[in-house]
């Protein structure tokens, strides 16, 4: 079975700063995928950033980044320049890509991001 | 595309009614999931389909909840009878497994669910 964790339930930053929001995984898999993903106060679902596995650059998304270190089964998040519209609930989710998971995404449990003006 | 969508968008309900939530996916995705979102348990997976047929229903609560997907563009998820504890934010999502954003789920806007 995988789980994903974020310790942090809540985080907040000052407008035009950066943040970090961290989460752990654990699978046996070699191949999956990991994902961000934000839930504004609308409650949409929207997808943030991907990366893959076997891919060893972190993946960037204008100002959002993920420092991606397998070994450790760490996924963070950086979002540069952050703006009022960043305010959020963000989860690090888990997509395994073989095995009998296929396609089934394992949330963590979401860290509120609150962005002051 | 529309992206994927869910209706209805609010359902008040009493219980011991049957409800119904409905899904469109996008087309041309091979897979449908449904979860549950609630402020105790998080996001929850439910039960989730691939070209039409259900892989993993481990998540239904009990047999209160079924899922049906007769073909590639709906989905249903019925509740019945309804109770208080399945008031919840109810989503539909639907995913690619080729071409661009294999692997990436897109959600519906959600149902919010309220069992009185």
């Known amino acids: 079975a995988q789980t994903v964790t974020q310790s942090q339930p809540e985080m907040s930053v000052q407008e035009a700063e950066t943040v970090t929001l961290s989460c752990t995984y654990d699978?046996?898999?070699?191949?999956?995928?990991l994902f961000w993903y934000k839930q504004p106060p609308s409650r949409q679902m929207i997808l943030v950033i991907r990366q893959e596995a076997y891919k060893q650059q972190n993946a960037t998304e204008n100002r959002f980044s993920v420092n991606f270190q397998k070994a450790a089964k760490s996924f963070s998040l950086k979002i540069s320049d952050s703006q009022l519209g960043d305010t959020a609930m963000y989860f690090c989710a888990l997509l395994n890509a073989g095995g009998t998971s296929y396609g089934k995404l394992t949330f963590g449990q979401g860290t509120i991001l609150t962005v002051h003006p | 595309d529309a992206g994927v969508i869910q209706s209805p968008r609010h359902e008040v309900t009493e219980m011991g009614q049957e409800v119904t939530l409905r899904c469109k996916p996008i087309?041309?995705?091979?897979?449908l999931f449904w979860y549950r979102q609630t402020m105790m348990r998080g996001l929850e997976l439910l039960i989730y389909f691939n070209n039409n047929v259900p892989i993993d229903d481990s998540g239904m609560p009990e047999d209160r909840f079924s899922a049906k997907m007769p073909n590639a563009s709906f989905s249903t998820l019925k509740i019945q009878p309804s109770e208080p504890r399945d008031s919840a934010v109810y989503f539909c999502?639907?995913?690619?497994?080729?071409?661009?954003?294999?692997?990436?789920?897109?959600f519906g806007p959600g149902t919010r669910l309220t069992v009185t």
């Open positions: 999502a639907s995913s690619p497994t080729r071409g661009q954003g294999v692997y990436e789920q897109y």
């Open positions: 699978t046996s898999e070699n191949n999956y995928y």
């Open positions: 087309s041309g995705h091979d897979y």
